[in-house]
């Protein structure tokens, strides 16, 4: 299994062979992109769980991508740079990096504060970890689904939405409710909503009648079934 989907930008290419190498040998499964425009791009349609960004990049540098990344997307972002003024990594952190590492550093402190942002990223378990309903086995430790016992690829949005709808099962979530959990305070296009959950149910719902747990409440929200 792996450890997660890491998103590396770094545009050194020695750096980039070193982080690409060692985190892939640990489990993790790595992207790598050299610039920021490139970055934003596959932060959206990847859906990594942590992002690695250097600040230092040709045309727009790690700050502004991370200033943008922040206006609809929550992802952890573990800055990683030469610089090491105390004004550079205040201002990091304001724009919303999680973490901040100083080259060169140990393979060994990056991928522990990779771990130690993801615990503190990650939504609290609830209750029993491991869901089951139907046909659908919901992991929330692991972030695994099954359904008829085959492991079903989530995009980190899609399990994130999941998550939330079956923790709180029965219960009507809101548009705003979603969006605000999901995709961060100030977010108001509910498009995305849509096109997720519909994402979600033909993953999950394959059946001819119609979504069997992932219902619409039509102006409201969703509501996840739990049982007939």
């Known amino acids: 299994m792996s450890e997660g989907r890491v998103l590396v930008v770094e545009d050194d290419p020695q750096m980039q062979r070193l982080m690409e190498s060692q985190l892939t040998m640990r489990g993790y499964s790595v992207q790598v992109v050299t610039g920021g425009q490139e970055a934003l791009l596959a932060a959206a349609e990847q859906e990594p769980d942590l992002i690695l960004l250097d600040i230092t990049l040709p045309g727009m540098d790690g700050l502004d991508v991370c200033r943008q990344l922040r206006e609809w997307s929550s992802v952890p972002v573990i800055l990683v740079t030469a610089a090491d003024t105390p004004q550079t990594k205040i201002k990091a952190l304001e724009l919303g990096g999680d973490?901040?590492?100083?080259?060169?550093?140990?393979?060994?402190?990056?991928?522990?504060?990779?771990?130690?942002?993801?615990?503190?990223?990650?939504?609290?378990?609830?209750?029993?970890?491991?869901?089951?309903?139907?046909?659908?086995?919901?992991?929330?430790?692991?972030?695994?689904?099954?359904?008829?016992?085959?492991?079903?690829?989530?995009?980190?949005?899609?399990?994130?939405?999941?998550?939330?709808?079956?923790?709180?099962?029965?219960?009507?979530?809101?548009?705003?409710?979603?969006?605000?959990?999901?995709?961060?305070?100030?977010?108001?296009?509910?498009?995305?909503?849509?096109?997720?959950?519909?994402?979600?149910?033909?993953?999950?719902?394959?059946?001819?009648?119609?979504?069997?747990?992932?219902?619409?409440?039509?102006?409201?929200?969703?509501?996840?079934?739990?049982?007939?």
């Open 99 to 228: 973490d901040y590492l100083t080259k060169p550093f140990h393979m060994g402190e990056l991928v522990a504060r990779m771990r130690a942002v993801l615990r503190r990223t990650l939504p609290a378990v609830p209750g029993n970890p491991i869901l089951e309903v139907d046909a659908l086995r919901i992991d929330l430790m692991r972030r695994e689904v099954r359904c008829n016992g085959e492991l079903v690829h989530l995009t980190k949005i899609e399990f994130d939405l999941l998550r939330e709808l079956v923790t709180q099962a029965d219960k009507v979530l809101t548009y705003a409710h979603l969006l605000e959990t999901i995709w961060g305070p100030g977010y108001h296009d509910i498009r995305p909503v849509h096109v997720h959950i519909c994402n979600l149910r033909r993953k999950l719902e394959p059946g001819p009648t119609g979504p069997r747990h992932i219902l619409a409440i039509p102006g409201v929200g969703y509501r996840f079934r739990w049982r007939d």
